[in-house]
């Protein structure tokens, strides 16, 4: 992404104040439709009006209805970071960053090699739902105080708390077509916080996966143990472990919207140079996909693995995927470099495709029906936003059930410092 171009109507970030993201033509707003207020809920008694796509029950995913300018979007800042080592033990520091060393063009990266043998997978059966995050905020939470939380009820100055890719399933939702999601979301002391919990159709395909999927989704960590090295004088070590429990994550900070967020999500790697740009700008995403060998093989990338790939990395700031083509064996034969602030000028000519500015807003619009809906103060109360393809955002309220995520130690923590600021 362009960094801090204030005045440049191409770049993917204005200044540091609210700024609206590049648009083309085609995504400008011609039919005057405004984000919608508090007063624009409406009971749905007939098929939902275009200037209005939500009702106190329901919220529209329908694309068109999100077809507006851009939302305002400031430009992420990264307020901490830490990383989970190999038992996936917390650390309140970046131990766990790698470097990014760029591999020839044509690499001949063997992403097999080791599954058998050298890989220790995390258990994906268990939840952490928001924990980590957590204990990042206790560990820090003198930089999310401000006045303004020092003289409120509010124990943050922040509307929401979530992993990035809680985010990343909202945005690309007015084009998925085939996985639905479960958002639970509690409210605590002003803060909402947006956990994912896994729907049935997940987990019946997490307990039913192929050997070759399972041995895939090795891959693309394989593929980082190509091109990440451990500190800046170093060589990658393809003969290492690959071990998934071990993570680096950024947290940033930013708003969409009239909406403060404070987000975080596991980074591969960081530019070498030393003059590079300061974190998040400096990250690196790594990918791979299948090669591609005819147009429409390249028209699909730019469909359908762009929109994932683009709001992924948007989201936090990181301005390039790195991107490993492997054939249908397994090993890299091409990489290919995706610059975040042109993937929109990639996908212009593609036939009704995604537009950045339909996700953006959809989430935005989202998050405005989730402030409005959770209503209830109580860390034992979850509100569990339901969606499908083809359907509406729909809700149920849940106290004390299986779906609560907030942890006691958490609850309690907070409290209790936040009652000694304000004693009764």
Known sequence: MDHHRSHNPTSSYHSQSSYKRQRDDTERNHNGNKHFRPNNYHHQSGPPSRQNPVSPQALSTRRELYEKDFPLYKQPVEVGCFSLDSKRRFFNDSRQLRYYAEPDRNPNFDLRDGYKDRFIKRDDSVKEKLDH?????????????????????CALDLNFVTWRGHLTKLLTTPYETRDGWLLAVTRFRGTLYISEVETEAARRERD?????????????????????????????????????????????QTRLADHKLLFSGEVDCRDKDPNAPAAPACYVELKTSAEICTPKQRSNLHRFKLLKWWAQSFLPGVPRVVAGFRDHEGVVIDVETFHISKISHLIKNEHNCWKPTVCMNFCSDFLSFVKHVVTEDNPGVVYLFSWEPRRDVTYSVHRDSQYSFLPHWYVEEITSSQDSRHPS
Not at 140 to 150: D, G, Y
Not at 209 to 216: A, L, P
Not at 217 to 231: A, L
């Open 133 to 153: 995050i957590l204990r990042w905020i206790l560990a820090n939470r003198s930089k999310l105080m401000t006045r303004t939380t020092t003289a409120s009820s």
């Open 208 to 252: 039913n996966r192929t050997e070759r999927h399972e041995e895939m989704m090795y891959w693309g960590y394989k593929f980082e143990q190509y091109t990440c090295t451990d500190n800046v004088q170093s060589l990658p070590d393809p003969g290492g472990v690959v071990n998934t429990n071990e993570a680096f994550c950024t947290v940033v």
